[in-house]
């Protein structure tokens, strides 16, 4: 079973920030948080992810509660093209058994212009 | 810019025939994994591999689903008899290892029709 829960859906406008908010309250001190998006008819990709600290990339940053319950990924200006499902994903380092992604139902990003 | 690599990417067949699906892993990836995705069940994992040799196919379906690494650029899955039900999106996602995290890289999926 995923561990992880998030909102079936959400719309954004495009060119406006969009928060995908994810609780994970089981969380282990070891696992990390994964976020991973699928468009339409394509492969799930690799956005970001992380242990504690808050994380930043070229696509998103990852703000992650101190106590590690709950995190929030955010796309800064988003557009069209990041309309898509957006999976949150919590697993071990690989080291530890059963290191494969879990993946939940999700939540659709629908942006508009 | 490195890709996982699957052929084919679509394949209608009828029930009770071979199917064969490839993989071609990110050159130096030596994680391998399969995916299943359909509406009902959503994206589920089927096998996984570290350095050609599998860790896990719990979720392969024994009897008729078999997953190989012949070499370390190729995956293969197969599914002897197909059945109506395996209809689905078959996807291959390679890792690297020395990664503590060991993010995925995930294919275009191969799009199975069993008839």
């Known amino acids: 079973d995923a561990k992880t829960t998030q909102p079936t859906s959400m719309d954004c406008a495009e060119g406006r920030a969009a928060n995908l908010p994810c609780n994970h309250s089981?969380?282990?001190?070891?696992?990390?948080v994964y976020w991973y998006r699928q468009i339409h008819s394509q492969g799930p990709q690799y956005i970001i992810h992380g242990l504690k600290n808050n994380e930043t990339n070229e696509m998103a940053s990852l703000i992650i509660t101190e106590d590690r319950k709950s995190s929030t990924l955010i796309l800064p200006h988003a557009t069209l093209r990041d309309t898509a499902v957006y999976y949150c994903?919590?697993?071990?380092?690989?080291?530890?058994?059963?290191?494969?992604?879990?993946f939940g139902k999700g939540t659709t990003l629908s942006v508009s212009s | 810019d490195a890709r996982v690599t699957q052929t084919p990417r679509h394949k209608v067949t009828e029930m009770g025939q071979e199917v064969t699906m490839r993989c071609q892993p990110i050159?130096?990836?030596?994680?391998v994994f399969w995916y299943r995705q359909t509406m009902m069940q959503g994206l589920e994992l089927l096998a996984y591999f570290r350095n050609r040799a599998p860790l896990d196919d719990s979720g392969m379906p024994k009897d008729r689903f078999s997953a190989e690494m012949p070499d370390a650029t190729l995956a293969t899955l197969k599914i002897q008899p197909s059945e109506p039900r395996d209809s689905a999106v078959y996807f291959c996602?390679?890792?690297?290892?020395?990664?503590?995290?060991?993010?995925?890289?995930f294919g275009p999926g191969t799009r199975l029709l069993v008839l």
């Open positions: 994903i919590v697993r071990a380092p690989r080291w530890q058994a059963g290191t494969a992604l879990i």
């Open positions: 050159l130096g990836h030596n994680t």
């Open positions: 996602a390679s890792g690297p290892l020395g990664d503590r995290e060991e993010t995925q890289y």
């Open positions: 089981t969380i282990s001190g070891n696992e990390y």
